[in-house]
Protein backbone atom coordinates (compact mmCIF):
# COMPACT_ATOMS: atom_id res chain seq x y z
CA UNK A 1 0.00 0.00 0.00
CA UNK A 2 1.19 3.46 -1.10
CA UNK A 3 -0.46 5.22 1.97
CA UNK A 4 -2.62 8.32 1.63
CA UNK A 5 -3.09 9.80 -2.02
CA UNK A 6 -3.50 13.63 -2.82
CA UNK A 7 -4.93 15.91 -5.48
CA UNK A 8 -2.04 18.07 -6.47
CA UNK A 9 -4.30 20.42 -8.06
CA UNK A 10 -6.29 20.28 -11.45
CA UNK A 11 -7.70 22.35 -14.66
CA UNK A 12 -11.16 22.72 -16.74
CA UNK A 13 -12.04 23.98 -20.04
CA UNK A 14 -14.51 26.82 -20.37
CA UNK A 15 -17.81 24.68 -20.53
CA UNK A 16 -19.76 27.70 -22.75
CA UNK A 17 -17.70 26.81 -25.32
CA UNK A 18 -18.81 24.98 -28.47
CA UNK A 19 -16.31 22.84 -29.59
CA UNK A 20 -17.77 21.51 -32.74
CA UNK A 21 -18.49 25.39 -33.99
CA UNK A 22 -14.91 25.91 -33.10
CA UNK A 23 -13.45 23.38 -35.32
CA UNK A 24 -12.44 21.38 -32.37
CA UNK A 25 -13.63 17.65 -31.63
CA UNK A 26 -12.54 15.35 -28.08
CA UNK A 27 -9.03 15.03 -28.96
CA UNK A 28 -8.46 18.96 -29.16
CA UNK A 29 -10.24 19.07 -25.50
CA UNK A 30 -8.05 16.36 -24.22
CA UNK A 31 -4.82 18.45 -25.82
CA UNK A 32 -6.24 21.12 -24.04
CA UNK A 33 -7.29 20.25 -20.73
CA UNK A 34 -3.55 18.55 -19.80
CA UNK A 35 -1.80 21.64 -21.12
CA UNK A 36 -3.70 23.64 -18.25
CA UNK A 37 -3.81 20.97 -16.04
CA UNK A 38 0.18 21.04 -16.55
CA UNK A 39 0.76 24.61 -16.60
CA UNK A 40 -1.38 24.76 -13.27
CA UNK A 41 0.49 22.65 -11.05
CA UNK A 42 3.85 22.73 -12.33
CA UNK A 43 4.16 19.07 -13.37
CA UNK A 44 5.92 17.63 -16.57
CA UNK A 45 3.84 15.33 -18.96
CA UNK A 46 7.00 13.06 -18.70
CA UNK A 47 6.34 13.05 -15.21
CA UNK A 48 2.38 11.26 -15.53
CA UNK A 49 2.81 7.29 -15.08
CA UNK A 50 -0.88 6.47 -15.60
CA UNK A 51 -4.02 8.14 -16.89
CA UNK A 52 -7.20 7.51 -16.94
CA UNK A 53 -10.36 9.22 -18.67
CA UNK A 54 -13.99 8.97 -17.68
CA UNK A 55 -16.42 9.39 -20.89
CA UNK A 56 -19.94 8.25 -20.98
CA UNK A 57 -21.22 8.82 -24.67
CA UNK A 58 -18.17 9.86 -27.19
CA UNK A 59 -18.99 6.93 -29.72
CA UNK A 60 -22.82 7.96 -29.47
CA UNK A 61 -22.39 11.69 -29.99
CA UNK A 62 -18.68 11.37 -31.51
CA UNK A 63 -17.96 7.98 -33.08
CA UNK A 64 -15.37 8.13 -31.00
CA UNK A 65 -13.88 5.38 -28.89
CA UNK A 66 -10.54 4.26 -27.60
CA UNK A 67 -9.97 8.02 -25.77
CA UNK A 68 -6.75 6.30 -23.83
CA UNK A 69 -5.40 6.43 -27.15
CA UNK A 70 -6.16 10.13 -27.47
CA UNK A 71 -4.38 10.51 -24.06
CA UNK A 72 -1.49 8.58 -25.61
CA UNK A 73 -1.78 11.01 -28.76
CA UNK A 74 -1.95 14.52 -26.84
CA UNK A 75 1.63 14.73 -26.51
CA UNK A 76 5.02 13.09 -27.30
CA UNK A 77 6.01 12.39 -23.71
CA UNK A 78 2.50 10.67 -23.16
CA UNK A 79 3.30 7.84 -25.91
CA UNK A 80 3.45 4.44 -24.17
CA UNK A 81 2.40 5.76 -21.27
CA UNK A 82 -0.66 3.18 -19.71
CA UNK A 83 -4.23 4.67 -20.44
CA UNK A 84 -7.72 3.86 -20.20
CA UNK A 85 -11.16 4.99 -20.48
CA UNK A 86 -14.07 4.58 -17.66
CA UNK A 87 -17.75 4.75 -18.73
CA UNK A 88 -20.76 4.92 -16.20
CA UNK A 89 -23.26 7.21 -17.47
CA UNK A 90 -23.12 10.21 -14.70
CA UNK A 91 -20.38 8.92 -12.80
CA UNK A 92 -17.78 7.85 -15.34
CA UNK A 93 -15.50 10.83 -14.48
CA UNK A 94 -15.50 9.33 -10.21
CA UNK A 95 -14.87 6.26 -11.93
CA UNK A 96 -12.13 7.09 -13.64
CA UNK A 97 -10.65 8.63 -9.88
CA UNK A 98 -11.31 5.30 -8.55
CA UNK A 99 -9.14 3.57 -11.00
CA UNK A 100 -6.51 6.10 -10.40
CA UNK A 101 -6.70 6.24 -7.29
CA UNK A 102 -6.88 1.78 -6.83
CA UNK A 103 -3.33 2.15 -9.24
CA UNK A 104 -1.56 4.33 -7.03
CA UNK A 105 -2.60 2.70 -3.72
CA UNK A 106 -1.24 -0.82 -4.92
CA UNK A 107 2.10 0.49 -5.81
CA UNK A 108 1.77 0.60 -9.64
CA UNK A 109 2.58 4.20 -10.16
CA UNK A 110 3.52 7.39 -8.80
CA UNK A 111 1.13 10.22 -10.58
CA UNK A 112 -1.65 9.42 -12.59
CA UNK A 113 -3.91 12.19 -14.22
CA UNK A 114 -7.75 11.81 -14.77
CA UNK A 115 -9.17 13.65 -16.99
CA UNK A 116 -13.23 13.79 -17.77
CA UNK A 117 -14.62 14.85 -20.72
CA UNK A 118 -17.47 15.03 -23.15
CA UNK A 119 -18.62 16.91 -26.31
CA UNK A 120 -22.47 17.10 -26.66
CA UNK A 121 -23.23 20.27 -28.44
CA UNK A 122 -22.45 18.86 -32.10
CA UNK A 123 -26.02 17.34 -32.21
CA UNK A 124 -29.46 18.93 -32.64
CA UNK A 125 -31.24 18.97 -28.74
CA UNK A 126 -33.36 15.97 -29.45
CA UNK A 127 -31.23 13.98 -30.44
CA UNK A 128 -29.19 14.50 -28.10
CA UNK A 129 -31.98 13.34 -25.57
CA UNK A 130 -32.22 10.78 -27.24
CA UNK A 131 -28.51 9.55 -27.27
CA UNK A 132 -28.00 9.99 -23.58
CA UNK A 133 -31.94 8.61 -22.59
CA UNK A 134 -31.85 4.88 -23.69
CA UNK A 135 -28.16 3.64 -23.73
CA UNK A 136 -27.89 5.01 -19.51
CA UNK A 137 -31.20 2.76 -19.32
CA UNK A 138 -32.17 -0.41 -19.99
CA UNK A 139 -32.09 0.06 -23.60
CA UNK A 140 -35.50 -0.67 -25.40
CA UNK A 141 -37.18 -1.49 -21.90
CA UNK A 142 -37.19 1.37 -20.04
CA UNK A 143 -39.06 4.90 -21.74
CA UNK A 144 -39.89 3.68 -25.22
CA UNK A 145 -41.08 6.22 -27.45
CA UNK A 146 -40.77 8.90 -24.32
CA UNK A 147 -39.05 12.31 -26.16
CA UNK A 148 -37.07 13.13 -22.94
CA UNK A 149 -36.49 9.91 -21.03
CA UNK A 150 -34.27 11.62 -18.30
CA UNK A 151 -36.86 14.59 -17.11
CA UNK A 152 -39.59 11.81 -17.07
CA UNK A 153 -37.39 9.62 -15.10
CA UNK A 154 -36.88 12.24 -12.35
CA UNK A 155 -40.15 13.29 -12.94
CA UNK A 156 -41.47 10.02 -11.81
CA UNK A 157 -38.23 10.25 -8.90
CA UNK A 158 -40.03 13.76 -7.72
CA UNK A 159 -43.61 12.13 -7.63
CA UNK A 160 -42.16 9.05 -5.20
CA UNK A 161 -40.61 11.55 -3.20
CA UNK A 162 -43.45 13.61 -2.95
CA UNK A 163 -45.61 10.66 -1.94
CA UNK A 164 -43.04 9.33 0.31
CA UNK A 165 -42.21 12.47 2.08
CA UNK A 166 -44.18 15.75 0.50
CA UNK A 167 -42.27 18.00 -1.81
CA UNK A 168 -43.35 21.73 -2.19
CA UNK A 169 -42.77 23.07 -6.10
CA UNK A 170 -41.22 26.15 -4.64
CA UNK A 171 -38.33 24.45 -3.23
CA UNK A 172 -37.23 22.98 -6.45
CA UNK A 173 -37.64 26.16 -7.99
CA UNK A 174 -35.38 27.23 -5.33
CA UNK A 175 -33.05 24.71 -5.61
CA UNK A 176 -32.68 25.86 -9.37
CA UNK A 177 -32.27 29.33 -8.60
CA UNK A 178 -29.46 28.78 -5.99
CA UNK A 179 -27.54 26.01 -8.45
CA UNK A 180 -27.54 28.71 -11.37
CA UNK A 181 -26.44 31.62 -8.93
CA UNK A 182 -23.36 29.23 -8.24
CA UNK A 183 -22.18 29.06 -11.29
CA UNK A 184 -22.66 32.83 -11.92
CA UNK A 185 -19.24 32.21 -9.62
CA UNK A 186 -17.30 29.78 -12.04
CA UNK A 187 -15.60 31.99 -14.82
CA UNK A 188 -16.17 28.41 -16.80
CA UNK A 189 -19.24 27.59 -15.92
CA UNK A 190 -21.97 27.02 -19.18
CA UNK A 191 -24.48 29.22 -17.74
CA UNK A 192 -22.35 31.72 -16.05
CA UNK A 193 -23.33 34.89 -18.34
CA UNK A 194 -27.31 33.58 -18.68
CA UNK A 195 -29.83 36.01 -17.34
CA UNK A 196 -32.68 35.35 -15.12
CA UNK A 197 -36.34 36.57 -14.10
CA UNK A 198 -38.72 35.55 -11.42
CA UNK A 199 -40.62 34.03 -13.70
CA UNK A 200 -37.63 31.83 -14.72
CA UNK A 201 -38.21 29.92 -11.99
CA UNK A 202 -41.99 30.04 -11.61
CA UNK A 203 -44.73 28.01 -12.78
CA UNK A 204 -45.04 30.09 -16.47
CA UNK A 205 -45.28 28.24 -19.69
CA UNK A 206 -43.35 31.11 -21.85
CA UNK A 207 -40.27 31.48 -19.33
CA UNK A 208 -39.99 27.86 -17.87
CA UNK A 209 -42.44 25.62 -19.78
CA UNK A 210 -43.12 21.86 -18.66
CA UNK A 211 -40.47 19.12 -20.03
CA UNK A 212 -42.17 16.15 -18.59
CA UNK A 213 -44.54 15.85 -15.90
CA UNK A 214 -43.37 18.04 -12.96
CA UNK A 215 -39.87 18.79 -14.08
CA UNK A 216 -39.79 22.43 -16.15
CA UNK A 217 -36.74 24.16 -18.01
CA UNK A 218 -34.60 25.51 -15.29
CA UNK A 219 -35.19 21.96 -13.04
CA UNK A 220 -32.80 20.21 -16.22
CA UNK A 221 -29.07 20.51 -16.18
CA UNK A 222 -27.64 21.51 -19.60
CA UNK A 223 -25.64 19.23 -21.72
CA UNK A 224 -22.35 20.82 -22.44
CA UNK A 225 -19.23 20.31 -24.20
CA UNK A 226 -16.11 20.35 -21.62
CA UNK A 227 -13.36 18.73 -19.79
CA UNK A 228 -11.75 18.53 -16.35
CA UNK A 229 -8.42 17.07 -14.98
CA UNK A 230 -7.08 16.18 -11.83
CA UNK A 231 -3.60 14.83 -10.76
CA UNK A 232 -3.13 12.20 -8.13
CA UNK A 233 -0.69 11.01 -6.38
CA UNK A 234 1.45 9.04 -3.68
CA UNK A 235 2.59 10.41 -0.60
CA UNK A 236 6.25 10.07 -2.10
CA UNK A 237 5.99 12.56 -5.32
CA UNK A 238 3.45 14.75 -3.13
CA UNK A 239 5.81 15.89 -1.02
CA UNK A 240 8.67 15.75 -3.53
CA UNK A 241 6.01 17.93 -5.82
CA UNK A 242 5.35 20.50 -2.21
CA UNK A 243 9.33 20.78 -1.82
CA UNK A 244 10.00 21.44 -5.41
CA UNK A 245 7.17 23.91 -5.13
CA UNK A 246 7.55 25.28 -1.84
CA UNK A 247 4.39 24.13 -0.70
CA UNK A 248 4.09 22.18 2.79
CA UNK A 249 2.76 18.82 2.51
CA UNK A 250 0.23 18.88 4.80
CA UNK A 251 -1.89 21.80 3.12
CA UNK A 252 -2.10 19.46 0.29
CA UNK A 253 -5.52 18.07 -0.33
CA UNK A 254 -5.79 14.28 0.16
CA UNK A 255 -8.48 11.39 -0.55
CA UNK A 256 -9.54 10.33 2.61
CA UNK A 257 -12.40 8.00 2.25
CA UNK A 258 -14.60 6.97 -1.34
CA UNK A 259 -17.78 5.20 -1.64
CA UNK A 260 -18.94 2.90 -4.96
CA UNK A 261 -22.00 0.60 -5.09
CA UNK A 262 -24.48 -0.08 -8.50
CA UNK A 263 -27.99 -0.26 -8.42
CA UNK A 264 -30.20 -2.52 -10.53
CA UNK A 265 -30.46 -0.10 -13.82
CA UNK A 266 -34.41 0.20 -14.05
CA UNK A 267 -35.72 2.98 -12.07
CA UNK A 268 -38.79 0.96 -11.26
CA UNK A 269 -36.79 -2.33 -9.97
CA UNK A 270 -35.15 0.67 -7.19
CA UNK A 271 -38.19 1.88 -6.48
CA UNK A 272 -39.43 -1.42 -5.97
CA UNK A 273 -36.69 -2.27 -4.21
CA UNK A 274 -36.97 0.75 -1.66
CA UNK A 275 -40.32 0.60 -0.44
CA UNK A 276 -41.22 1.27 3.09
CA UNK A 277 -37.46 2.19 3.59
CA UNK A 278 -36.61 5.69 4.62
CA UNK A 279 -34.28 6.46 1.10
CA UNK A 280 -35.91 6.23 -2.66
CA UNK A 281 -32.14 5.06 -3.25
CA UNK A 282 -30.62 3.60 -0.45
CA UNK A 283 -27.72 2.52 -2.44
CA UNK A 284 -27.13 6.36 -2.34
CA UNK A 285 -27.48 6.81 1.08
CA UNK A 286 -25.10 3.44 1.73
CA UNK A 287 -22.34 4.79 -0.48
CA UNK A 288 -21.89 7.73 1.20
CA UNK A 289 -22.10 6.17 4.25
CA UNK A 290 -18.86 3.79 3.03
CA UNK A 291 -17.20 7.17 1.87
CA UNK A 292 -17.45 8.74 5.33
CA UNK A 293 -16.58 5.38 7.31
CA UNK A 294 -13.39 5.08 5.25
CA UNK A 295 -12.91 8.70 6.23
CA UNK A 296 -13.34 8.22 9.87
CA UNK A 297 -16.00 10.55 9.88
CA UNK A 298 -19.14 10.45 11.73
CA UNK A 299 -21.27 12.00 8.80
CA UNK A 300 -22.11 15.28 7.30
CA UNK A 301 -21.87 17.37 10.07
CA UNK A 302 -18.13 16.76 10.32
CA UNK A 303 -17.62 18.10 6.15
CA UNK A 304 -17.49 21.50 5.21
CA UNK A 305 -19.66 21.38 2.02
CA UNK A 306 -21.01 18.76 -0.45
CA UNK A 307 -20.81 18.77 -4.62
CA UNK A 308 -23.48 16.44 -5.34
CA UNK A 309 -24.47 15.67 -9.05
CA UNK A 310 -27.34 18.15 -9.81
CA UNK A 311 -28.69 17.03 -13.04
CA UNK A 312 -32.59 17.54 -11.97
CA UNK A 313 -33.85 19.34 -9.46
CA UNK A 314 -35.57 16.11 -8.06
CA UNK A 315 -32.02 14.30 -8.12
CA UNK A 316 -30.39 17.47 -5.86
CA UNK A 317 -33.10 16.91 -3.23
CA UNK A 318 -32.94 13.17 -3.41
CA UNK A 319 -28.92 13.28 -2.95
CA UNK A 320 -29.06 15.90 -0.53
CA UNK A 321 -31.43 14.21 1.93
CA UNK A 322 -29.48 10.76 1.62
CA UNK A 323 -26.21 12.90 2.53
CA UNK A 324 -28.69 14.00 5.72
CA UNK A 325 -27.79 13.34 9.52
CA UNK A 326 -29.39 9.92 10.42
CA UNK A 327 -32.89 11.06 12.07
CA UNK A 328 -32.96 14.42 10.80
CA UNK A 329 -35.13 15.70 8.44
CA UNK A 330 -32.14 17.89 7.06
CA UNK A 331 -29.16 19.65 7.43
CA UNK A 332 -26.67 22.41 7.31
CA UNK A 333 -24.90 23.22 4.59
CA UNK A 334 -21.52 25.36 4.91
CA UNK A 335 -18.83 26.51 2.73
CA UNK A 336 -15.10 26.30 3.58
CA UNK A 337 -11.64 24.85 2.46
CA UNK A 338 -11.31 21.75 3.26
CA UNK A 339 -7.90 19.85 2.99
CA UNK A 340 -9.52 16.36 2.66
CA UNK A 341 -11.94 14.55 -0.06
CA UNK A 342 -14.60 12.65 0.10
CA UNK A 343 -15.54 10.20 -3.14
CA UNK A 344 -19.31 8.84 -3.30
CA UNK A 345 -21.09 8.00 -6.51
CA UNK A 346 -23.51 5.21 -7.40
CA UNK A 347 -23.55 4.25 -10.55
CA UNK A 348 -25.47 4.86 -12.36
CA UNK A 349 -25.89 8.07 -10.45
CA UNK A 350 -29.12 8.26 -8.59
CA UNK A 351 -30.68 6.59 -11.69
Request: with cysteine; hydrophobic share 40%.
Amino acid sequence: MAGNIYLLGGWQTDFAANWAREGQELADGIRAVLEGGLAATGLEAREIETAHVGNFAGELFCGQGHLGGLVAAAHDDLAGVPAARHEGACASGSLALLAAAAELEAGRYGLAAVIGIEQMRNVPGDEAARLIGGPAMWAGHECPGVRFPWPHIFSLLGDEYERRFGLRREHLARIAEINFANARRNPNAQTRRWTFTPQSFAEDESANPVIDGRIRKQDCGQITDGAAIVFLATEPVAHAWAARHGRCPGDIARLAGWGHRTAPITYAAKVAASRDQRYVFPWVRATIEDAFRRAGLPGVEAVDGIETHDCFTSTWRSTTSASRRRGRAGGRSRRATSKSAVVSRSTPAAA
